[in-house]
């Protein structure tokens, strides 16, 4: 069981390109996720997927698409970055919301932006 | 904003000491959990405690919630070299999104 499997695990960018994080889990789970993880501040909700076709905006969503491409796999898409998305940005899923287990986490991307 | 507060930010201890992590928060909650993250890793799932809980044990975890103070504690018993990670805690509201704190760094010295 693979779980959560995101990839790439690193990128650089210039400012201004685009680029698409990947996520897919094969537990059958619900509800995705993207977070970003900045030194002190956190982890915080980027974009979630509630379900297989619904997408809504988490804590920090400018700047950032996401497409709920079926049941598996859930993608983040920085469409022009900039250097304030340098960060490592992790996705999740979870099969009730987080209402009786935890979210299964994948390993992270680390993307700096220059 | 962010809905969790770690304290201590950092804490370092030696092997065989109990380490203890308080988290407060800010808003009516479902239920807090508990995470680690060992450097350059994705997050693992600890334990997760309900509002209407007040305790809650997972092996050398201890777990304790009090919704009057909006705050909860982990306590980690005989700690292990192993045991060097990030803490975090998270809660789930209304909205059945999980919102993080800032995390404690846990440094057990062999």
């Known amino acids: 069981n693979a779980g959560v499997t995101q990839t790439p695990k690193f990128q650089v960018l210039k400012t201004g390109q685009s680029m698409t994080l990947q996520c897919a889990q094969d537990m059958n789970h619900n509800s995705m996720y993207w977070y970003r993880q900045d030194p002190g501040m956190g982890l915080r909700l980027i974009y979630y997927s509630a379900s297989e076709g619904t997408t809504d905006k988490g804590e920090v969503p400018n700047g950032y698409n996401v497409s709920r491409l079926n049941k598996r796999e859930f993608s983040l898409r920085l469409e022009s970055a900039a250097p304030s998305q340098t960060s490592v940005y992790f996705c999740?899923?979870?099969?009730?919301?987080?209402?009786?287990?935890?979210?299964?986490f994948g390993s992270g991307t680390r993307l700096t932006v220059v | 904003s962010q809905q969790g507060e770690e304290d201590p930010q950092a804490l370092s201890i030696q092997e065989g000491e109990n380490a203890t992590m308080n988290c407060s928060y800010k808003t009516s909650i479902n239920n807090l959990q508990w995470y680690r993250q060992n450097s350059g890793r994705g997050l693992v799932h600890l334990i997760l405690?309900?509002?209407?809980?007040r305790e809650k044990h997972s092996g050398r975890l201890r777990v304790t919630l009090d919704t009057s103070k909006k705050s909860s504690s982990l306590l980690i018993t005989a700690s292990r070299a192993a045991d060097t990670a990030s803490y975090f805690c998270?809660?789930?509201?209304?909205?059945?999104?999980?919102?993080f704190g800032t995390g404690t760094r846990l440094t057990v010295i062999p």
């Open positions: 999740a899923s979870s099969g009730d919301r987080g209402r009786r287990s935890g979210y299964t």
């Open positions: 998270a809660t789930v509201t209304g909205a059945n999104n999980l919102f």
């Open positions: 405690i309900r509002s209407n809980e």
